[in-house]
């Protein structure tokens, strides 16, 4: 953090997640929004695709998180026939607050209220930092694939 200052509450819930699974960060947040991936890779001056967003799908009406590169479009798809669902859907924001706890732009792949099933895309292993949202749209945390994995218990996926 710049100058020493405070988290913003909602960070430092997920920060306090994030130190309790062995996460070391950084974490850093700003004054200007990273809610997009192009937004966190340009105040981190890094790749597009080295940002690890999460996103929050509805299959047959219960959530699951998927973890993807910031470019990255998800085959809604692909990822109805990996998990054998009958209908994938692009969760609305209601159901992403209601799932996670946190709001679009700022949702970080753990502290949610209740466990949900998690999908990372195994693209994300080609780089050897990444960077995640860390439950506000300002906030963020550095982490590598394998701990991402670990942090999340999530299922490797190709998505591309």
Partial sequence: MPGGE???PSAQRVVDVLKALG???????FTVPTKTAADAAAALECEVDAIASTLVFMADDKPVIVLKSGTLR???E???QYLGATSVRQATPNEVRAATGQSLGGVSPVGWPQPIPCLIDS???RF????????TPNAVFGTTYDELRSLTSAT???LR
Avoid: M
């Avoid at 996460?23 to 947040?29: C, I, L, M, S, W």
């Fill in 6 to 8: 405070e988290l913003h």
């Fill in 23 to 29: 996460a070391v960060g950084p974490f850093r947040e």
């Fill in 74 to 76: 998800v085959d809604v």
């Fill in 78 to 80: 692909k990822v109805r």
């Fill in 123 to 125: 693209s994300l292993a």
């Fill in 128 to 135: 050897p930092h990444l960077w995640a949202a860390c439950g």
């Fill in 156 to 158: 490797p996926i190709s």
